[in-house]
């Protein structure tokens, strides 16, 4: 039986959050049920959306450092305006999906380097959550914390949540024309060009759907925590960046898989209570998960050998 | 033979110790710290394992156990706090990372029937325990101190933190409070030292020659040796310097006091309020009633208790005192 190279590149994240997932049942057995489900999983889901944003950012060859901070931004929005004055927080949140589209549309047009226009909204981002939320504060939107808290049958939300993103993300950019011309941006950014696409408008398209996915994991994050704080997002740049590699996504060429990203996020997140669970001291903990992606990844790159091996 | 003795006596010793209830024997509390990277944080783990092990091995609790974020993030901590849960801990005593951030994972501990106990770092979800600092009370003591040692009064130069943290809007607020109370004291000058020697050093050299005599310096720990520094270097008399019970603070304090006489007073928190907060949680485990806001108490040195505490202190570490089962009842009393 041959496996195609799409259903492959799955096989690795999907067995290594498998592999996490039993040691943590073994070492915790308390896991094992509908509660202990939704604690080890529920925080993975705006990091879930947080990864797509960055995958589908990475899909056109760039890279989003700002995210940490525009999901910290989103959350403060979500917590305040979005609470107090509904209307005028889905203002404030579309005219942001707009700037992003805009970067989109400046970075294509100026040539910039992503990294260095991101790390520099990154900046404005945290300065206005600042501006927003001096102190931290402010109260989840009632709707919001409804749907993080809801207790659905079957599995917890976390679970559905998840499986219900990488569905999402699937489809939008998988089988969808949008999502086509995005990863062709990223694939072969002039063929693309010349078959009278317009890279501008893909772009652009590309960096407000990523702000879309943004927002929603900022008000994902907002409803579990039930209220927000400037700072509340940071790590979010480089897990979202670590969860799209995990996943079997690649820097450049358009290469992603939004399941993958998915599974990716959620192993991260499994990642840390594994070892927290193994008892093993803080001052070792940040140099094992390390470890545990470094592991990860050469299995991946060891079955990307063998990929090559065969289609020769 | 005298092994035998010392065998006996420490069997005496543990059965006359006195023993805590027996109904939190079986209960676990866990410490969810949020960073270790500071004198005072090391400080406060080390207490906790100091306070903790003999209470563990005295069978007051089953366990307790240490754990701290890798990073100083407030997502990673309530990943922490729900592991805590899934644990099966009876009850979590938190340095939270942030007052708000926490408070879903928080309230999904309390769901679980896990008591929440915050402390230094303290979280606004109602379902937990706070012990907080009552900072504006520390600047005002500091006045209050210096009207009854300093019955004519006179020119106070006041040291400030980090500009826009709470923690410095605070103790100023109750030092001008004090000072409003208290007539005689104008308060002539105020720099920021930000908590470190060095900067408030800098920033007092900066502002005494356009001072009158200043008759005592109002600070907020980590800048009394930093301040008494630029007095000396400027060649004026030395006034009176409150100290936050740093090591070189108690030191410089305790040389002037040997060869002059000087008298001051010293006042912080004690990192050893983790183990305030241990007890707490085991009160609460124990089924007493414990109002859910209490205050941590002052650490505060005086001329007579200098010598003591100076010799407990660790070298450019922070004064310190661990918090015993009855420490925390009488808090507990204290605030009802």
Known sequence: ?312 | MTTRMMLLLSAALALGAPQAMADTSGKKIALSNNYAGNSWRQAMLTSWDKITAPAVAAGTVAAADAFTTAENQATEQAAQIQNMILQGYDAIVINAASPTALNGAIKEACDAGITVVSFDGIVTEPCAWRIAVNFKQMGKDQVTYLADKMPDGGNLLEIRGLAGVFVDDEISAGIHEGVAENPKFTIVGSVHGDWAQDVAQKAVAGILPSLPEVAAVVTQGGDGYGAAQAFAAAGRPMPKIIMGNREDELKWWKEQKDANGYETMSVSIAPGVSTLAFWVAQQILDGKDVPKDLTVPFLRIDQDTLEANLATTQAGGVANVEYSQEDAIKVIEGAK
């Open chain 1, 1 to 312: 039986m041959r496996l195609s190279s799409e259903t492959l590149r799955l096989l690795v994240p999907a067995l290594s959050l498998a592999a996490l997932l039993a040691g943590v049942f073994w070492l915790q057995p308390r896991a094992m049920s509908y509660t202990g489900l939704n604690l080890l999983f529920n925080l993975a889901v705006p990091i879930a959306l947080a990864t797509i944003a960055q995958m589908i950012i990475m899909a056109v060859n760039d890279l989003d450092l700002s995210l940490g901070t525009f999901v910290s931004f989103v959350a403060c929005v979500a917590a305040t305006f979005l609470h107090d004055t509904p209307l005028l927080g889905l203002l404030i949140l579309a005219a942001s999906i707009a700037v992003y589209a805009g970067l989109g549309v400046v970075i294509h047009l100026r040539n910039l380097p992503s990294i260095v226009v991101t790390l520099g909204m990154s900046f404005v981002w945290a300065g206005l959550a600042v501006l927003i939320l001096p102190a931290p504060g402010g109260t989840a939107p009632t709707w919001a914390r409804a749907v993080m808290t809801a207790k659905p049958p079957l599995f917890p939300m976390a679970i559905w949540a998840s499986l219900g993103v990488a569905v999402l993300a699937h489809l939008l950019l998988m089988r969808s024309s949008l999502g086509v011309l995005i990863r062709g941006v990223g694939g072969n950014q002039r063929s693309v060009e010349r078959a009278g696409w317009s890279v501008v408008r893909a772009r652009a398209l590309a960096y407000a759907l990523a702000a879309c996915f943004a927002v929603a994991a900022g008000i994902a994050l907002v409803g579990l925590t039930t209220s927000a704080d400037a700072n509340i997002a940071l790590r979010y740049a480089l897990l979202s960046i670590a969860g799209v590699i995990l996943g079997g996504g690649e820097f450049t060429g358009g290469r992603i898989s939004p399941i993958g990203a998915v599974i990716g996020a959620l192993t991260l997140t499994l990642a840390g209570s594994f070892l927290s669970f193994l008892r093993i001291s803080p001052d070792w903990q940040i140099g094992a998960q390390g470890a545990i992606l470094i592991a990860v990844l050469a299995l991946r790159l060891a079955l990307n050998r063998l990929e090559k091996g065969r289609a020769r």
